[in-house]
Structure formats: C-alpha cells, structure tokens
C-alpha cells in the first residue's frame, strides 16, 4: 500500500511550472477554493511577511494622522435659460449640472474662497506653514470633494478640516463665492461684450455712412436719379410708348371723323321735319276733308257748300304747301350747322391728340437717351451699392447682436444656490484605524494572492508528476526522497542496504518494480540514467536502483560511463574503495569481462539450495578511477557495445550511468544501446526548459522519469494532491525518525507563532 502511495504517476494538484505564464485570472477561476489555500501554503511566509507589513504600516500611519472632521453643504442647481425658465431637455440638464460641478472643483472658485475666508493666513488651515493663495487653493481643492448624480440637481460639497467649525464655514462659502465670482465676471464680461460691439456698430456705421454716401455722389455726378438705368426706366418708356401710339391712333379716328361728319351732313333727310303752324294746317286740311266726305254723300259734287268746302281745302293745301317748304329750309339749314360744329370739334380733337403724341414721342426719346447714356455707368453704380448694402446689413446685424447681448447678459442663466447648509462636525471621520487595518487586511490579501499567483505562473521549476504528465507526457517512476546525508562511498553504507525499512528505500524499491515493468529485449535488462543538467544526482539514482534491484534479488551492475567529469562522483568513490577491475581495463581486456567481474550467481544459489529466502544482493559498480582524456572515442567505440553485450549474459539488470543530456552528446549515443531511458528530474531545480530540450535531444525517447532530492515535507505543505501529500499517514510503516505532530495550546502567542510557523510534518 505505502508503495503505491509513492509512486506518483498521476497528481492533480496545481501546476507550477508551466512554460509560459498564463493569465493570473483565468488561472484563478480555474483553481478551487482548496488550491488557493494550498497555494496561499505554499508561500505562507511571503504572504504573512506582505499582510502584516501592509497593516502595520497603515496603523503607524493611521495613528500619526491627526484628527479630521467632514462638513457637507447640499446646493440645488438652478436651471433657468434665456427667457427665465428651464426649457432645455434631460440631457442639456445633466450636462449644465455636470458645469456647475466643474465651477466647484476649479481653481478660480478655490483662490476665491480662500481670499474671502483668508485661509491663506489661518495657522489652523495652513498647519503654521506661509502660503500663498495659489497654494491655498490647491491645499483646499484636495481638501473638498464634490458630487453630484446623474439624474439629480443636487451637488454635494465635502470639506475635510482639522477643525470642525472650518470645514463647515468653508463648506457654506462655497455658493456664495460663486455667485460673487460670477456676478464678477458676469459684469466684466457685459463691459468687455457691450463696449466691443458698441465699438464695432460704430465702426460699422461709418462705413456704412461712407458707402452711402458713395453711391449718392456716383448719382449725382452722372445724373442717375434713383431709379435711373434701371427696369422702372424700361417700364415708364414702355408706358410712353403705348401712350403715344394711342394718342397718334386717336388723331387719326378724329380727322377721319371730321372727313365723314362733312359727308353725312348731306345725307341726312328732311322728310320728317315739321313746325306747329304746319301741324295746324294739316289738321285743318284733315277737317276739311272729312266734312266734305260727309256732305258728299248728301249734296252732290256741284252743291254750293261742296264747292266752298273744295275752295277752303284747296287753300289750306297751298298753306300746307309753303308752310311745308319754310320747314324744310329751316331744317336743312340746322343739320348743316350741326355738321359743321361737329366737324370742327373732330379736327381739334386730333390735333390735340397728335401733339400730345408728338409731345409723347419726345418724351420717350428723351428717357431713352438717358437709359442709354446710363447703361456705361450700372457696372459702377451696382458695385458701390452692393458695397453700401454689405455695411448697411453688417451695421444693423451688429446692433442687433448687441441688443441681443445686453438682453441675455441681464438673464442669471444656471446658478445654484444653498439648499441645506453644512452643519458642524461633532466627530472626526479619520483617522479610522480599524476600518483602515480591515481595509489593509483585505488588500494586502488580495495583493499577495496576486503576487503568490504570478510567482507560481513564472516559476518553471519541475515539482510534481502532474506537470511531467501535462506538459510532457512523461510518467513519473518514483520521487526520491532527499537524504540528510550523502550516500556513503560504498555499495554498504547505501540506504537501500543499511536501512531496509525507511521510506527511501521503500521508495527506491518501487523505482526498481517500475523499472522492471519496463519493456526490454530477451534476457537482461539496460537500463540508460541520465538527466538534463549536471549536478541533478543522476549517479545516486543509477546506484539506488541498482541496489534496490539487488535487494529484491535481482543481479545488478551499474556502468559508469560519465567520463567526462572532472571531479570526484559517487560512483568513482566506491570504484575507488573496491577491489574491482577499472572500466578501462575490463574495456581492455576483450572475452575477460567474466574473469574481471566476480561471479555472483553461486550466492542466491547457495540461499535457495539451503531453502531460505536469498540474501539481499549488492550491486556491482563499474567506473573509472581517474578522468579519461578523450571519453567521446571511447563511448562510441566498439569496445562499450561488446562490454554491454557481455554483461547481459552475467546480470539481470545493467544500468547505464550516462552524462547529462545538454552537457554532452555522449548519452544520445548511449541511448541506443539501452532498452530504457530514465531521466533524472531534480525536485525544484530542473525548469521546464531543460526537460523539453533533453526530451529533444532523444527524440522523445523516454520510459519515465524520475524525481530526485524530494523535500518531501515542502511537497506535502504545498498540496499537490498526489500521493506525497499524504506520507505521515503512512509514517508507522516507516523506520525513518518523523518528528512527533506537535500539539499547540490555546494561548494567543502560540496562534501567533503556528501562523508564521510551518508545524513539522
């Protein structure tokens, strides 16, 4: 069971070594609320070192703060336009209440209230130090918060001061100053307005005046009335000339009239004309006439009366006859006088009709030559009245503006007045040190979560199998437990044979079953160790696995063919200590290797003729006892595959001690002579980078991994939530001296001190 505890082949715990840091708040929504403690765990000291600090100096700041007090005045926004009332939309208000908020914070506003409450000179504004007004009003300004909403007309004005009545003095001085500073540049600015368009008209009207006055002399200099040239010229010539033509056609109509008067006066009749005298003689007649009828029928035409009768009708006929002959004279004689009146009246007619066309026609003419004569000059005269238009539109434009002014200047527009004034503070508002310690707290909390995250994203040190199995897909074999000592500089004095109980040999005993587990050719096994750096304990771990293999009865022989080292190593220290044969000379020495290397076989023989179980094994270490001057030749000579071949025959397993991986090339080489590549990882010390470059130089070509010098307490504390994390549950299997769990009283010094303490696994 503890085995399978320790094997480590698949975590879920936190990552942190990716290979490139990833965004802090996604990885925050992707870790739980136990990876968080468990990170916050992993850097207990830096986060408890970053929240204490932060809070102790808020607190020594805080209580150094001298007392301030808080006074708000409310001011209600007056939103009045041009005509009195407020017509503006939502927006226009919002925006007008945003200016008149602007008006509050401004640094004009500022030095007006200092100069009006002589802040400049107070000791207790000043804190004793000389200012000038300028500095004042900057002090003032950090001093005084105004606000307002969006939706409201109201504006708060805040004022912090050491001295309560202060802060509401100058709270409530706020509106007033303004509305004096703007009645101040109201009226500054109504004189400046009023005095240039007054100016302006002026110069306008002069112009104006001379352009006029330009056009007037052009007239009169060319004799061009106004009017003249124009179209009312062409329209009275138009008038003229139908005048004219009509007073011509008259004159004619006149005299024919007269010419036919004189003809129709003859061809009137007289046969109707008749007097009173006639008109008694033709009754007479009729009279007569009648009576002679009338007798006739009586008398005969002889009878003396007949005849008397026919005498009187025979005299009134010849009065008829003269009568009637004296009336035709007379009416001959009236018609003839009326024709001749009315022909002299038709002659004067037209002669008065055709000299006032003649008088027309003369008219005409004249307004025409004028026309005419005029037409040179309309080029001149539009220009000058263009001209005089221009300044007379420009003169009464400006004077309209500035009556415009002057009305808008005498309307108070927006302006805002006190509300509810502000009230003596009766109680400081700062310094709170509790409320700034929480504050400090929660801050500095969140501060070193973020700083203990980014440490973590930008570490790219190897610590656990999950990473090898995420980034790489590497499994993990074993995690090797650091030892408080080196391992001794014999093949006795290794943990695996001195202390068969403790945890690092239950540990490398696994590595052993895993590394058998691992495919191979038939016979033995071979083995290749190496790792990406060195210095990554490589040859301690090819030794370990090696004696845990022995242990468990198998036989073992590790090859040292790191030659390149200059210095002393494990190996080398008990090749030294031994009575075996050099590398070099089992190399040497061709068809010898059994001769060279004592013969192991008979030993677990012996046990198992006797029926115990076999002894534990020690295994065989093969290394050079000083440096090799070219080991390159020698690694990829011939002389390294017969000796492997060789010990296949004599061994179970045989591991290759290879050199680092991006040190040499020699372990490439290597890599095909063995069935398995185990790489060496060093706990907190390996990065990321030089596992995926080591991982390239093979090709990929990597059985597993192995974790070497594990802080396993360090492991554990940080929660990986592998099986690491659980090793004090299992720490009676073990004869590796765990400190007792210490049991911490209640006091509140031992709470302090398990805090920043990290109590012993």
Not at 91 to 118: F, G, I, P
Not at 132 to 157: E, F, K, R, W, Y
Not at 268 to 295: C, F, I, W
Request: some cysteine.
């Amino acid at each position: 069971m503890a085995s399978a505890q320790l094997t480590l082949t698949d975590g879920t715990g936190s990552s942190s070594g990716s290979a490139k840091p990833r965004d802090l708040s996604f990885e925050l929504q992707q870790m739980s609320a136990r990876q968080i403690w468990f990170l916050l765990r992993r850097h207990i000291k830096l986060v408890a070192g970053i929240v204490v600090t932060c809070v102790l100096i808020v607190l020594a700041i805080q209580l150094q703060l001298p007392n301030l007090y808080q006074a708000t005045a409310t001011v209600q926004v007056q939103l009045n336009d041009a005509s009195g009332s407020n017509q503006a939309d939502a927006v226009r208000n919002q925006q007008r209440v945003a200016n008149e908020a602007r008006m509050y914070r401004s640094q004009a506003l500022a030095e007006k209230v200092v100069k009006d409450l002589k802040l400049h000179r107070n000791p207790h504004f000043t804190n004793n130090n000389p200012m000038s007004v300028p500095q004042a009003a900057a002090q003032l300004i950090g001093n005084t918060q105004v606000s307002s909403s969006a939706d409201s007309d109201i504006i708060d004005i805040t004022v912090q001061s050491r001295k309560p009545d202060m802060a509401a003095r100058i709270a409530n001085r706020f509106v007033q100053s303004l509305q004096e500073l703007r009645s101040e540049r109201r009226q500054e600015w109504r004189n400046d307005v009023t005095r240039a368009l007054t100016n302006e008209a002026g110069r306008l009207s002069s112009e104006a005046w001379r352009a006029e006055q330009a056009v007037a002399d052009f007239r009169r200099e060319h004799a061009m009335p106004v009017g003249a040239g124009s179209a009312e010229d062409y329209q009275q010539m138009n008038r003229l000339a139908v005048e004219a033509a009509s007073s011509a056609a008259l004159s004619s109509g006149m005299r024919a009239q007269a010419a036919g008067v004189s003809s129709a006066a003859g061809m009137r009749t007289v046969a109707g004309a008749t007097s009173p005298a006639l008109d008694n003689l033709q009754k007479q007649y009729d009279d007569l006439v009648r009576q002679r009828s009338e007798l006739s029928v009586q008398m005969g035409a002889n009878h003396p009366q007949m005849q008397a009768l026919s005498a009187q009708i025979g005299q009134v006929g010849n009065a008829m006859s003269q009568e009637r002959s004296s009336v035709i004279s007379t009416q001959q004689a009236r018609n003839n006088a009326d024709a001749g009146r009315e022909r002299a009246l038709a002659i004067a007619e037209a002669n008065g009709a055709a000299a006032r066309a003649g008088q027309l026609q003369a008219r005409l003419n004249a307004i025409t030559s004028a026309a005419f004569r005029n037409n040179a000059n309309s080029v001149d005269l539009s220009i000058l009245e263009r001209r005089a238009e221009v300044a007379r539109q420009a003169y009464l434009t400006t004077a309209q503006r500035a009556q415009t002014v002057r009305a808008e200047l005498e309307t108070t527009g927006v302006n805002s007045t006190m509300m509810s004034a502000a009230p003596v503070p009766l109680y400081p508002f700062a310094p709170a040190p509790k409320k700034m310690a929480v504050a400090a707290f929660v801050g500095s909390t969140m501060l070193a979560l973020l700083i203990v995250l980014g440490i973590e994203m930008f570490d790219n040190k190897l610590r656990s199998g999950e990473q090898l199995r995420r980034l790489f897909g590497l499994r993990t074999l074993a995690m090797l437990p650091a030892m408080p000592q080196a391992i001794g500089s014999t093949v006795e004095d290794n943990p695996v044979v001195t202390e068969p109980q403790s945890l690092f040999t239950e540990v490398a005993r696994n590595l052993a079953s895993e590394v058998e587990a691992l495919p191979r050719m038939e016979g033995s096994q071979r083995v290749l160790v190496t790792s990406p750096m060195p210095g990554d304990g490589k040859s301690s771990v090819a030794l370990t696995l090696a004696a845990a293999a022995a242990s468990m009865g198998r036989r073992a022989i590790v090859v040292d063919l790191d030659l390149r080292r200059p210095g002393p190593s494990v190996l080398r220290s008990i090749q030294d200590s031994s009575n075996l044969p050099d590398l070099i000379d089992v190399l040497s020495h061709r068809g010898e290797t059994r001769k060279l290397i004592p013969q192991i076989e008979s030993h677990v023989e012996h046990d198992a003729a006797h029926g115990a179980a076999p002894a534990s094994l020690l295994p065989v270490v093969l290394s050079t006892r000083e440096q090799i001057r070219n080991p390159a030749a020698l690694v990829q000579g011939w002389q390294v595959a017969r000796l492997l071949d060789e010990l296949r025959e004599q061994f179970d397993l045989v591991v290759i001690n290879a050199p680092a991986i991006l040190a040499v090339r020699d372990a490439r080489t290597l890599s095909s002579l063995a069935d398995s590549t185990v790489m060496v990882v060093r706990w907190g010390s390996t990065t990321v980078e030089q596992l995926r470059a080591s991982l390239q130089m093979v090709n990929n070509q990597v059985a597993g991994a192995v974790f070497n010098q594990v802080d396993y307490e360090e492991h554990a504390r940080r929660g990986y939530g592998d099986a690491v994390q659980f090793y004090m549950g299992s720490a009676a299997y073990y004869s590796d001296s765990f400190p007792a769990r210490q049991k911490w009283t209640k006091t509140a010094s031992d709470r302090v001190r398990k805090v920043f303490t990290r109590e012993a696994a």
